[in-house]
């Protein structure tokens, strides 16, 4: 499986989970107000319902059998209740070991050998047309990444899945970053 055939494995089983109107807690209905670990269950569990190997761990978040080990962050700008959410950009940002953002995350997956593949993912939600723009944040992360962190960072991939059911969390955008070795980039790049 290519990162490619994953992210978009992820987002078609996210959209298909929004789909159902599910409810997690007091919140409205789809997936947007799921908390990461609780969305990660669920879809490691639609994952291995579809014929896939897919568990989860404390680290990584998720393993697609011994091919690979993803770590998960939510991007959600904006609460359930319309309002803009506290230190929402976090999640990605904190260049710092053992911090719980993507960049701590993927320090530690780098030190992991017990997968042929490993990769950062994000979760994001926004509005449709967007409110705000997610760019300047994924755009921070990787240079931050690779710049300060020298996170060997894979390009970008991303699925977008729309029409979601929750009123602001409208738009699903799965995107993910393969951490590659030194043979890998030059393929990469």
Known sequence: MQI???VRAVADTLKEFDAERPVHKAFQPGIGPFGEPQLIKKLSLRL???GLD???HRTPDLAVGSKWAVEFKIVRPYGDDGK???SWSQNLLHPYDGNTSLIGDALKLMGRTDYRHSCLFAICYEHEPPRIDLEPLLSSFELIARAVKQIPLGQRTEERRGMLVHPEHQTLRCIAWQLVDAA???QHD
């Open 4 to 6: 490619l055939e994953l």
């Open 48 to 50: 291995s319902s579809q």
């Open 54 to 56: 897919a568990r989860t």
């Open 84 to 86: 803009i959410a506290e």
């Open 184 to 186: 890998q980039k030059s």
